[in-house]
Structure formats: structure tokens, C-alpha cells
């Protein structure tokens, strides 16, 4: 079978990539030239672990190809997915303005049968927009269907999600586009991945419902972490007991700054703002929304009193991404907190560590000094800063730390040490829900 792909970013070329893998023929489509050659020589332009293997594979099979033409890819393709982006606007909804570009393309150069498949989040009711869209600009009578396929990849494990997902979603009204849909899933069916075959509206909301609910349950965790703290408890131990019930289950129940990211805000906002407009009003929703800004200013709270004040201070920051294994700096707490509070705001000094995404933030951050790595990153510091979870963080020697740094202030956002080896090791030390 022949697909392309239009768009070449976390979800458009990891879902290209990976049917390439499944043996489909695919053409992924993007209109930035520099990218198309780089991904043309099997370079992947941002950091996501397994995706440059599996993308040279793919190129070397000849079963993936890149290309600036839409109108021969959509041509040659029975089935097309939209997989650009939805980014927030001001108002906190989703700017479809290059969905709705693509489905005009797709009108323009269909010249038979297509099924075309939204990968991207969109907001609920998309799909009829996007019928109506092709409908206006077909150049001749051909039939298409589309169809809500939404993606539940996470940054740092793309590949594995999508090669190993807890479900697939298909939302379609036409029996002939989920048989397509099907066929091109068949290897997940060989491995009895869970598929929910359902309309295109219904496909669209479990998406927003989804990861609204990651959420609600990262903010929960998160103003429990901030009880924890006034009580004396800690909230790792309160989480894994809560973790081993079924009904709660032990992930995304780590306290931390907060999420960030290019998914969770934007979609939390997003569902928010759809809900409004139906006259409903997503309360828990909502409340995470704020509980997640609140997050991060709680911290900079954490880092002021622990410190008395960073004017002047140098603190050394370890973990820029929002999360580890990526090169993401999207809506990063770390670079929230770094950037807009200690420096802006309260005239820290920054030197800063991240295993991939320094060139990202350096171009938001210039002022920031770049090190080679965590123990060059806190010499002469007043303070550290742990605020992305990346393993090479996980075992640093404390000890070697110490001697590194002038001041004595360990702020673990992420809870990775034990509160009593790093006070052995002579360093005051915070961390989020624990005394
Ligand atoms: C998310 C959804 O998980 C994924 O299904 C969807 O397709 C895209 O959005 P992603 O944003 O890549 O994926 O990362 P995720 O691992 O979900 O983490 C999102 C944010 O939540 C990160 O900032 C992370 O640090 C934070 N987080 C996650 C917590 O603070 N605590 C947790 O327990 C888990």
C-alpha cells in the first residue's frame, strides 16, 4: 500500500518511519526544503532516541521517501495523513490554519479514492471541517473519507509507542476507510494491540480527554507533593502506595514542576476552550491548568527562601528539556524556571547543563553559560538545581559536587536523591514533597 505523510515533525515522521518498517511504501511531505534534504540524507533533525536508526533503515530499503510535492505524493497515496502542527494561539485554542492549508492541497490533487487520516490533535469536530474543506476544492468527482486517527506518542519513546501502543484509535464513518485503516495497522493486530473503532468525532475527543487527564493526574500528585511538604510526609511513598491500586496505577504520579512540553498545555487549553464553547465548563481541567502554572512559581518560591535570594548568585541548572530524552525545550519548567524567574526576574547567574537540548535553549537563553557537563556545570555555584530528570543525573558523586560548588543549596525538583545522603553530604537540600 502507497501513504504519505504531511509533515515531518515528532508524529509525522516517527508515524512515516514506522510504517515504512511495517514494509508500506511512504512518502512523508513537508514544505521546509532544509529539512526534507537533511531527513533525504537520514539526518532527523531533532533528538529522539532509536528514530535516525530506524530512518536509515527505511531509506536504505528505498520504502521511505522525502519530498517538498504534495501534489504527486497525494496523487500516488490511497491513504494521506495530516500530520502538522496544531500550535496554541493566544487565546488558548488551536490554530488549525495548517491543517486547514493541507486539506486544500489534498482537494486540489486528488484524482481517485482517498482516506485521509488527521495524526495530529485537533480539536473535536475537525474532521467535518476538513470534508468540507477537500469537498470545496476537489478538481474532480472522486470519493474520500476521512478519517481520526489520533497518536499517543510520547517524546524520548516515539518509536516504542508507536511499534508497541496500548491502543489504536480509528474514528471513521465508512466501513471501506476502517478496512484500509486495518489493513495498514495489521502488524500491531498480529500482536493483539487493542484497537477502538469508533466516528470521528468520538476518535477526536478520547485524544484531548487523554491527555487532559495525564493532566489533571500530574497536577493532582503535584498539589498532594505541596500538602506533603506543609505535613512532614513523603509524597514518593504516598504515590507508590496510591500506584498500587489498579484503578489509580503507579505512572505519572511523580511530583515535580510541572508538565510541559509541546502536548499537555496546549491540549489542556485547547479542551478547555472547546468545552467553554459548548457552554461546558471543564473545572478539573482548568484547575490543572493553574495548578500547573502555580507549580513552577512554587519552586522559584523553593529556590528564594532556601537561599535568601539569587541577585547576583551563580546557580547551576541541571536539565533544560521538559522531559529527559528529548531535545524539547517546549514549555519547559526547567527553562521557565531558569530563564524567566532566576535570571529575568531575580538576576541569577545561569550555568546550565542538558545532555541534548543546549543548542535548543541557548538560542532563548544566550546569556546563560553552556557547560560540558554536570560537574562543570556547578563549579563555583551558589545553588543546584536539578529540574529534568535525565539519567546521567541520577548518580552523580555527591561528594565531588560539593567541593565543585561555593554554596551548599541542592534543589532536587525531581526527587532524585535520598534527602539523607545528600544532607550527609553536606548540602541543604530540597526536593518537591519531601521534608
Ligand atoms: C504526552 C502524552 O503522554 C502522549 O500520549 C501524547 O501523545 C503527547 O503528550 P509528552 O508530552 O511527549 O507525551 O511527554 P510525557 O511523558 O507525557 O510528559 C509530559 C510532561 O509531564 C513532562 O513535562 C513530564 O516531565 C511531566 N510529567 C510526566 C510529570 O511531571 N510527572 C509525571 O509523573 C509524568
Redesign the pocket.
Known sequence: MNICVIGTG??GLITGACFAEFGVNVVCIDKDEKKISQLKKGIVPFYEPGAEELLQRNLKANRIIFTTNVADAVKNSLVIFIAVGTPPRGDGSADMSYVEEVAKEIGKHSDGYKVVVTKS?VPVGTGERIKQIISKNLKSKVKFDVVSN?????????VE?FMRPNRVVIGAENKQAIAILKDLYRPLYLIETPFVITNVKTAELI?YA??AF??V??SY??EIANLCEALGVDVQVVAKAMGLDQRIGP??????????????PK?TNALAKISRGNNILLNLVEAAIKTNRNQKQRMVDKIMAGTKGVRGKTIAILGLS???N?N?IR???AMEIAQDYLSFKLGAKIRAYDPEAMQDARKVMPKAIYCKDAYDAVKGADALVIA??WNQFRNLDLARLKKLMKGKFFFDL?NIYDPKKAREAGFEYYSTGRV
Open positions: 515528532y508524529v490533535t489520533p497518536e499517543f506518542l510520547r517524546e524520548g519513546s516515539a509507542d485524544k487523554s491527555n495525564l493532566a493526574k500530574i500528585i503535584n505512572k505519572f504520579l511523580h511530583a515535580g514542576p510541572g508538565y510541559g512540553g509541546s502536548c499537555f491540549d521538559f522531559k529527559p528529548t524539547d514549555e519547559s519548567p529534568t530528570e525531581r
